[in-house]
């Protein structure tokens, strides 16, 4: 297995330099429409991606183990060439998508991916926002590891991803020109995946591709400015309680429930879900995401 670089860690000085200069952008050429800056919002954030890197040490351990565990016990073997990369890069992609929509429609991998929906802002500190129990992902990767991909390949492709992901955090980018708008996941795509209108909610799930979207369904084109955040904002700073608040929602939710159906229901359907009333019930009462910031609080049930 040949060593492959860590993407992320020599991608953080283009991280600092990009957000230095986004911000001198904001403040001398403002834009009354845009979300900006807010001091306290990116230090959330920053606080946020700092903690996730340590929380994702943690995590790597019983992840790597069972990564381990399947590649060797999967006869298949895929090269680590210079023409392979590319396709692995490509298949984490399209993993990536499903991962990602997954967290979308499933309320206890939404509780982890809310974080880094909470913010009401949209700026490349937005990007830092990460989730601190990212131990939900990966399932989704097993297929690779059973095909014979080498996990410190999929670490690689997974990274690389990531960084990929930094510039689209932006209002300071218009649309690029079409070519690119259609392959590509862009400011453009993004600003709208951030959005907490109806129209915009779960929409545009690709990480580098955007044509995963469009084959699948999930494609929404920018048309009018996004608001950004949740459906029900959780108007806190507090690093901890940006983390955790949509499990304490859960919580709360599964104490109320009056039947284990209910209860698989608020763990397993999407972050809106109610059980539907018979004649000899009550109207039940909203998920306690509602006061917890589900960006879909509002509907009845999310679809991608």
């Known amino acids: 297995m040949p060593n492959l670089p860590d993407v992320v860690l020599w991608s953080i000085p283009a991280f600092v330099l ?12 403002p834009d009354e429409d845009a979300a ?17 890197l340590g929380f994702d040490l943690l995590w ?4 790597v183990a069972i990564y381990t565990a399947v590649y060797e016990l999967t006869p298949a073997r895929v090269p ?5 990369i590319p396709l692995m890069l490509l298949a984490q992609d399209f993993f990536y998508y499903w991962s990602h929509r997954g967290h979308h429609v499933i309320r206890i991998l939404w509780a982890c991916h809310v974080v ?3 913010s009401r802002k949209f700026n490349l500190t937005t990007a830092l926002r990460q989730p601190w129990t990212s131990l939900t992902v990966w399932p989704f990767y097993l297929p690779l590891i059973a095909c014979g991909m080498h996990p410190a390949a999929l670490a690689f492709c997974s990274s690389a991803n990531l960084v990929y992901q930094f510039w689209v955090h932006t209002e300071r980018i218009d649309k690029l020109p079409r070519p690119f708008e259609y392959l590509l996941n862009t400011p453009s795509h993004h600003r709208v995946h951030h959005a907490s209108q109806g129209g915009y909610l779960d929409r545009n799930f690709g990480g580098i591709l955007i044509v995963w979207d469009r084959l699948f369904g999930s494609f929404t084109p920018e048309t009018e400015r996004p608001v950004y955040g949740l459906t029900k904002n959780i108007d806190t700073y507090n690093p901890l309680r940006v983390a955790t608040h949509e499990y304490a929602a859960i919580a709360r939710d599964l104490k109320a429930a009056r039947s284990w159906r209910e209860r698989g229901g608020r763990l397993f359907r999407g972050p809106g879900w109610q059980p539907q009333p018979t004649p000899a019930d009550p109207e039940p ?11 879909a609080a509002a509907a009845p049930e999310r679809v991608a």
Not at 18 to 29: A, D, I, K, N, P
Not at 40 to 48: P, R
Not at 60 to 63: H, Q, R, S, V
Not at 80 to 84: C, D, I, K, M, N
């Open 80 to 84: 680590v060439l210079w023409w392979t």
């Open 285 to 295: 009462a909203p998920p306690a995401a509602q006061d917890g910031g589900s960006r």
């Open 36 to 52: 900006g800056y807010e001091t306290k919002d990116a230090a959330t954030s920053v606080t946020m991606g700092l903690g996730s």
């Open 116 to 118: 880094h929906h909470s």
């Open 18 to 29: 990009l957000t230095v200069v986004e911000m001198v952008s904001c403040r001398l050429h």
């Open 60 to 63: 790597k351990i019983p992840i």
